[in-house]
């Protein structure tokens, strides 16, 4: 199966997709000046503009990340297909994780990931409980097991080409630089 025809069923779930860092359906979740022309919305963390898609003609998951800071960073792959990625958010718990990995050590990877298994606040539990059934849903539905991203995502990351991205004349007025 397609990554697309798998992002519908991930979409037809009945879950709430927001519990693992893949917000739906506003358009400002989604739509920043490095985001690439043509991208398709897989979900957003919800924080800091960071955001997931696909790309025209491409099977990959990307991160878009507005604050990357520098050219040739603010996109970059994250999965081979949906699938991949769904099962390293089901290893993370979470999305999240997996948006950082460009910057992180492995040592400060798993830190992460130890410190958000750590958390708790009033009423944790519902929230717990919420992404349990959502990651449990995932799972059976793509029959899908956790996958340790960190080593894929940085081969993935250090082998991509980024001239194959294609952006909107924001991009370049953003940055300050000569369109293409």
Not at 91 to 108: F, G, K, L, V
């Amino acid at each position: 199966m397609s990554t697309r025809e798998d992002l519908k069923r991930l979409r037809a779930l009945p879950i709430d997709l927001s519990a693992l860092g893949l917000e739906q359906g506003e358009p400002e979740l989604v739509s920043y000046f490095c985001t690439p022309v043509g991208a398709e919305p897989v979900g957003a963390i919800g924080c800091d503009g960071i955001h997931f898609v696909l790309l025209p003609g491409d099977e990959r998951v990307f991160c878009v990340d507005p604050s990357m800071g520098e050219v040739g960073t603010f996109v970059l792959p994250v999965g081979e297909d949906l699938c991949q990625f769904l099962s390293f958010v089901l290893y993370c718990r979470d999305a999240n994780p997996i948006s950082q990995i460009w910057w992180m050590t492995e040592e400060r990877f798993r830190d992460l990931l130890r410190e958000d298994a750590e958390a708790s606040w009033p009423g944790c539990e519902a929230f717990f409980a919420k992404k349990d059934a959502a990651l449990a849903a995932v799972a059976a539905a793509f029959d899908l097991k956790p996958e340790d991203p960190f080593q894929k995502v940085k081969a993935m990351q250090t082998a991509f080409d980024p001239s194959v991205l294609k952006f909107s004349d924001e991009y370049y007025d953003v940055l300050g630089l000569e369109r293409e």
